[in-house]
């Protein structure tokens, strides 16, 4: 302000000094190019010139980005806000009208934190850690790992930072002294400073916005595992084997950062998107050996297992139905073409439950002979009931399979996603069909003895990637709580 007066008091000299400079071109045009009149226009063309005002710079103060969304900017004259990462701004007249920080599970400072801490496997998520990081000032107002900026270059030019802030490790915003050259108060870079960006882009915008999806994902991935370190056990690795370590007859789940597939015992899975990460069953045939074996960057060690041997008496009658091939095969397409497609997401969230609470009479792996003959190793749980209890659905899924089968009866199959299926078999009755939504707990038929049966029970078991997997792993948790 106190360089206005200074120039007035400059502009009547200068006018003067331009009336008398006038005179002498009047004094001088008279005698040889004429007359008076045309030279007296010239001068008020001179007199009327203003000044152009300079803009005065805005004094940006300090400033706080509440999430990858919503942050106030703090100036001498002022405050002004944003809801939209700093693409738009609105002056606010109170600090009443400013954002104050919360926000959900995912979209708030400290959550935003948490979940990358659970990813990066590294940063502490204790409360005190994280309230340390926020409360150390304004210059290094940064989440763990975040740079920290004193200079960033806009369009080749450098300018001195005043205050950065990192809500992730790549986006951050900084702000600069004054903000006259540039169009928002805040620069924002999406490389990790690498570069920076006046205001807001198209590139910046979607970047922002896959953040925020992948926020979302990670949120509600680490709430199906076990615990916070079970989470970060998962969600902080590469490859992760659920469990590493397993016996023929059992299945594991295997998680990677990235899609991509495994080629295990002679074929390939392919991992599916879920969530965070990419996923897929690992089923343990019978007849892997016990050792280790690499899955990515991991090693899954196969334990060896001994199984029971049990001698089962049937009728001659029964013992010949076992002959009628033609029919076994024909169920078995039914039953492969049933389970040959499943659903590429995991279609339940809670535990497992036990269909029936039946006597156990014969466990998972049995080798079975049948009138002294041997028969099978029985991949499947054998629950004695009365005739006419009630059967209820593991989990959540799909019915693919309901019908009456040659050998196992009545039988269902339900997918459970992502190629797990279970399978219910020898129900005196079916109450559902191909194509039901089943929620965990509903009744889907009734205990019985139909197919190849002795007496009323339930021949129950999993599937995954036909494979048949055991269910005493299932019980009272998911797949996703197996992290050990
Ligand atoms: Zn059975």
């Known amino acids: 302000m106190s360089v206005k007066p200074r120039k007035r008091r400059q502009w009547p000299l200068l006018a003067g000094a331009c009336i008398l400079a006038a005179g002498v071109v009047i004094f001088i045009g008279d005698s040889p190019f004429g007359t008076l009149t045309s030279s007296k226009k010239e001068v008020p063309d001179i007199v009327v010139a203003t000044p152009v005002p300079t803009p005065t710079p805005r004094v940006a103060l300090e400033f706080r980005m509440l999430d990858l969304d919503r942050g106030w900017v703090k100036y001498a004259d002022g405050m002004a806000h944003t809801s939209d990462g700093g693409a738009h701004w609105q002056e606010v007249t109170s600090t009443e009208a400013l954002p104050t920080d919360g926000g959900t599970a995912t979209n708030g400072l400290e959550a935003i934190t948490k979940l990358l801490s659970l990813e990066s496997g590294t940063g502490s998520t204790a409360a005190g850690a994280s309230g340390a990081s926020v409360a150390s000032g304004a210059a290094a107002t940064t989440s763990s790992g975040s740079p920290s900026v004193d200079i960033v270059t806009l369009n080749g030019t450098m300018f001195d930072v005043k205050q950065s802030q990192f809500v992730t490790p790549k986006i951050g915003w900084a702000l600069l002294p004054s903000t006259t050259n540039s169009k ?15 205001g807001m882009t198209e590139d910046a915008k979607a970047i922002i916005q896959g953040v925020k999806a992948h926020l979302t ?24 084997l659920i469990p590493d370590q397993a016996s023929p007859g059992d299945i594991v789940l295997v998680r990677h950062k ?21 996923f897929t069953y690992l089923p343990i045939p019978m007849s892997v050996k016990a050792g280790t074996y690499p899955i990515g960057d991991q090693t899954l060690t196969i334990k060896a297992k001994k199984f029971e041997t049990q001698y089962l008496k049937v009728t001659e009658q029964m013992e010949s139905m076992k ?3 033609a029919r076994i095969n024909a169920d078995q397409k039914k039953i492969d073409l049933a389970r040959s497609k499943s659903e590429p997401s995991f279609l339940f969230s809670g535990p497992f439950v036990k269909p029936v609470e039946g006597i156990l009479t014969t466990p998972y792996g049995y080798t079975r002979y049948v009138n002294g003959k041997y028969d099978s190793a029985h991949m499947a749980l054998d629950l004695a009931a009365k ?32 190629g797990l299926f279970s399978q219910y078999a020898h129900l005196s009755e079916l109450r559902v ?15 019985g003895t139909t197919g190849f049966s002795t007496g009323p029970h339930l021949h129950f078991t999993f599937w995954a990637h036909n494979i048949q997997a055991n269910p005493d792993l299932f019980f009272n948790t998911t797949p996703f709580q197996w992290v050990k």
């Open 433 to 447: 069909k191909p194509g039901d939504r089943v929620k965990q707990g509903d009744i889907i038929g009734l205990v």
């Open 258 to 278: 990235e899609p991509g597939s495994i080629a295990w015992q002679g074929k390939t899975y392919t991992l599916q998107p879920y969530e965070a990460g990419y």
């Open 184 to 198: 928002s108060p805040l620069v924002l870079t999406v490389d990790g400073g690498q570069s920076w960006i006046d």
């Open 323 to 325: 002959q009628d091939t």
């Open 217 to 240: 994902q990670l949120q509600a991935e680490s709430l199906l595992y076990k615990d916070e370190a079970g989470a970060k056990a998962v969600l902080g690795a590469s490859w992760k």
């Open 387 to 418: 005739e006419g209890t009630p059967i209820k659905a593991t989990n959540d899924g799909v019915v693919a399979l309901a019908e009456l089968l040659y050998l196992t009866g009545n039988s269902i199959y339900i997918d459970h996603g992502m």
